[in-house]
């Protein structure tokens, strides 16, 4: 099957976690980021890509705990081409999906670090790693080294001076859960 057609199944296939998310989105409803979703990039299908800002969403549900060396190699492709990848479990985007769309603003740098999260992610997400930058850097900045966010202190708080990451530490399944996520092309 041919990458752009993998990528229209998938499109028309989403899961009721990935249309929540889109809802929020497309559109340039984000502010104003445009963001396109399964998304080929490489030889890999994106859940949802911003070009502007090369940042990946990734939405992963119970079949993820069985693929976390292929994620792992996936995430580390991505990251050498110069995307930032981020990665939620589709419990978390569905029960603080305002969580989720702050935390994706502030990696992308349209949201002020300080602005309180209306409900902090989970110390137990998923795992992602992201460029870590200081105050005056970006995601834009293919330089910046990657960083695991702390377990301690829901992920938000950092001691001044310190070198800001992004990303969710793993979160333990329980009940599994449809994914609808992209992957390599078949």
Known sequence: ?????????????????????????????????KFRRQQPVGVYVVDFFCPE????????????????????????????????????????????LEGVLEDIGRVAGVFAEASPSPQPLSPQGRGAYVASCD?????????AGLAPLPLEGGGAERTPGAPRSRGLAPLPLEGGGAGGEGGAIP
């Open 53 to 96: 800002k090369k940042l990946i969403v990734e939405l992963d549900g119970g079949q993820h705990q069985e693929r976390v060396d292929y994620d792992s190699n996936r995430d580390a492709w991505l990251k050498s081409e110069g995307y930032t990848v981020l990665r939620y479990w589709n419990n978390e985007v569905m029960g603080n």
């Open 1 to 33: 099957m041919k990458q752009l057609d993998f990528a229209r199944q998938l499109r028309s296939t989403q899961t009721d976690t990935e249309n929540l998310l889109w809802s929020r989105l497309r559109a340039h409803r984000l502010s104003g980021l």
């Open 135 to 143: 105050k005056n850097e970006g995601i834009d900045n293919p330089q």
